[in-house]
């Protein structure tokens, strides 16, 4: 069964694990889409423009997960498997962990590459720490000036956040309704014959 919530980093992060001679920085972000991340990988390799490999993987949008491992030039699922997994174990959405390695001049073997890129997303993760965020999605209703009082009791009811404005149409309010009570909601919505679309 779908919650109304999920599990991402309470902030960012990084930190380091080395073995023999070979070092693997980690990083941790908090991102929502895969411009994010893009621009995130972007951002690393632009601060380790001499660093052998930028390995990472990613777990997006909660409700319908996206997600991609990457072992940038490291033998197959030597890197961007053992991030991800990792990130799996601690039950991270809407994160990325990229690691960076710098080859110290001893081959680890596969084995040595998985324990490595687990090890320093693991460290990334625990220094980001973890919070709890709630799934929303979001609304907007036009009612009738008339009824609009309605649609505000309907709203507060829920105790979440909106926006309100007037249009041609009417009463316009844009709100994020937690996941589970979105289908409620539009039900409510349409009885009154209001028009309602989601963002």
């Known amino acids: 069964m779908q919650t109304d919530t999920y599990q991402t980093i309470a902030q960012f992060a990084e930190d380091t694990f080395k073995d023999r001679g070979s070092k693997f920085i980690g990083f941790a972000f908090e991102v929502t889409d895969e411009e994010a991340v893009k621009e995130k990988i972007q951002y690393i390799k632009k601060l380790h423009p001499t660093a052998r ?5 990613y777990r997006i949008d909660p ?3 996206k997600w991609r491992a990457n072992d940038d030039g490291e033998p197959a699922s030597s890197a961007g ?3 991800l997994n990792q990130m ?9 962990v990229a690691v960076v390695r710098y080859f110290g001049g001893t081959l680890l073997g596969v084995p040595g590459l998985i324990h490595a ?4 997303a693991n460290l990334a993760l625990q220094a980001a720490g973890l919070k709890t965020k709630l799934i929303t999605v979001q609304i907007e209703v036009v ?3 008339a009824e609009s009082g309605d649609l ?9 956040d909106y926006k309100n404005d007037s249009t041609a149409e009417g009463f316009l309010l844009s709100a994020e309704i937690p996941f589970s009570e979105v289908e409620k909601f539009l039900s409510i919505v349409e009885e009154k014959g209001w028009l309602a679309s989601r963002k």
């Open 53 to 57: 490999h930028v390995c990472y993987a």
């Open 63 to 65: 409700l319908n997960e």
């Open 81 to 83: 498997k053992p991030i």
């Open 88 to 96: 799996k174990s601690v039950g991270v959405q809407n994160c990325l």
């Open 117 to 120: 890129y687990k090890e320093a």
């Open 143 to 145: 009612c009738p000036y």
């Open 152 to 160: 505000m009791k309907l709203i507060k009811q829920l105790q979440v």
